[in-house]
């Protein structure tokens, strides 16, 4: 008997418009849409490179990720005709509804129920991807409003900043002698070397110490070039000359220190008194070192300091306790201001602070016992110093004169602390290995 059909299901064959509407339900139609998945995912891929951006290391390989994205990717999908997009949804949506009430009528394995899930969500309307955003070389997402970190092209640009500066307008710049370069063509021409950022600073021996009225007989190529070595490790001031897109300059650090001494020994204050004056204490940067002294730069002057202005106590090496680039308290004691082109100062060391006599005296008593350290022997005696930076004068041992650093007991004789003298003899003594 012919099986009657089931009125239900003839308006679904009346709202077919015509055979070629996509009602193919068989598996090869439901797997072949989800190719516009892929183009989608592949665009948002394609975006990801802009958050590693903000790492400068990956620049290289973001670059290289961009390239290859520019060739396998599309930047935007191209939609179809407004009108004729609206029709096919609407056949879309009655094919949904088709095989909706097939899938109740008709029992489904798990299998084809995954199968017709993954083509339902395929079939949805394609929403326009966002147009793929153009990535920057330099990019840096900061925290705040605007960025503080600076990166190696601000460094590089703001170090060409200060040499121009410099150049143009005067500027003193401040660096460390890090090199002495001798010409290969010229074996009289040297050179100091100061490292800004990126860009090497080169300033003839000429324009970093002035010549030495007497060579002795020497060749002034060798003097000179000893006396810039000398004041390797110092900091100094100098005016750029010159730069080159090379990434050399040229600089003079006696023009600098002609500006130095213009501010600050003619310089004046609101009160018409000069900025540097006999009594008063400055800050002076070490330049060189010698056992006899040191000489520093005070303010655009070179001034020497002799050994016996460094320290209170007797017999220090100079070269033990100071070195260039350091930075040292001075007293001025004197400013001959008569020749302004060669201005001479006379400073000390020790004068700047506190006699430390006045107040370790008051530590010993005469007739006590005290150990100390060997810090010379003359024909004076032998100078023991002792705890609190002062040197007790003794008498020499029976036993044999000690030898300097040696280890020894001082039996205190007597303090003056008028003059700031105290004076005592060893009772023992023990020599150092």
């Known amino acids: 008997m012919p099986r009657k059909k089931n009125p239900i299901e003839e308006p679904d064959e009346n709202i077919v418009g015509s055979p070629g509407d996509p009602i193919d339900e068989s598996p090869e139609e439901t797997t072949a849409e989800p190719a516009g998945d892929s183009v989608i995912a592949t665009e948002t891929t394609a975006e990801e490179p802009d958050a590693t951006q903000t790492d400068p290391e990956m620049d290289d390989f973001v670059a290289s990720e961009d390239e290859g994205a520019n060739n396998e990717v599309p930047e935007q999908l191209e939609l179809d005709n407004p009108e004729d997009q609206t029709a096919e949804t609407e056949n879309q949506s009655q094919s949904d509804n088709i095989k909706t009430r097939r899938q109740g009528r008709n029992r489904k394995t798990p299998e084809s129920t995954e199968n017709f899930e993954f083509h339902s969500q395929s079939d949805r309307t394609p929403e326009k991807t966002p147009r793929r955003r153009r990535t920057r070389a330099n990019a840096v997402v900061s925290i705040d409003e605007s960025r503080t970190v600076e990166t190696s092209a601000d460094k590089h640009n703001n170090d060409l900043l200060d040499l121009v500066e410099s150049l143009k307008g005067k ?164 400013i001959d201001r008569s020749n302004r082109n060669k201005i001479q100062v006379t400073a000390s060391v020790k004068q700047a602070t506190e006699n430390p006599y006045e107040k370790a005296l008051r530590k010993y008593v005469p007739g006590s016992r005290y150990v100390g350290s060997v810090s010379m022997v003359d024909t004076n005696g032998v100078f023991v110093s002792l705890d609190g930076g002062i040197d007790c004068l003794c008498s020499y041992p029976k036993r044999g004169r000690p030898p300097r650093g040696s280890r020894v007991t001082v039996r205190i004789i007597g303090i003056n602390h008028e003059t700031n003298r105290i004076w005592g003899a060893i009772t023992h003594m023990t020599t150092a290995r």
């Open 171 to 334: 500027k003193i710049l401040s660096g460390t002698i890090q090199g002495v370069e001798r010409s290969t063509e010229n074996s009289n021409l040297s050179y100091a070397v100061i490292y800004h950022g990126d860009f090497k600073v080169i300033i003839p021996a000429e324009e970093v110490i002035e010549p030495p009225a007497d060579f002795r007989d020497r060749s002034p190529g060798d003097v000179m070039h000893y006396m810039v070595t000398k004041r390797l490790g110092a900091e100094v001031d100098y005016i750029v000359k010159g730069v080159d897109k090379t990434g050399i300059a040229a600089a003079s650090r006696l023009e600098a220190m002609a500006a130095k001494r213009k501010e600050y020994y003619f310089g004046t204050d609101r009160d018409g008194n000069n900025l540097l004056y006999e009594g008063i204490n400055a800050e002076a940067r070490v330049v060189s070192v010698i056992r006899a002294g040191i000489f520093v730069d005070l303010f655009g002057v070179e001034t020497y300091i002799a050994l016996r202005e460094l320290s209170y106590q007797r017999g220090v090496d100079a070269a033990a306790q100071f070195q260039p680039g350091q930075r040292v308290l001075v007293k001025i004691l004197s």
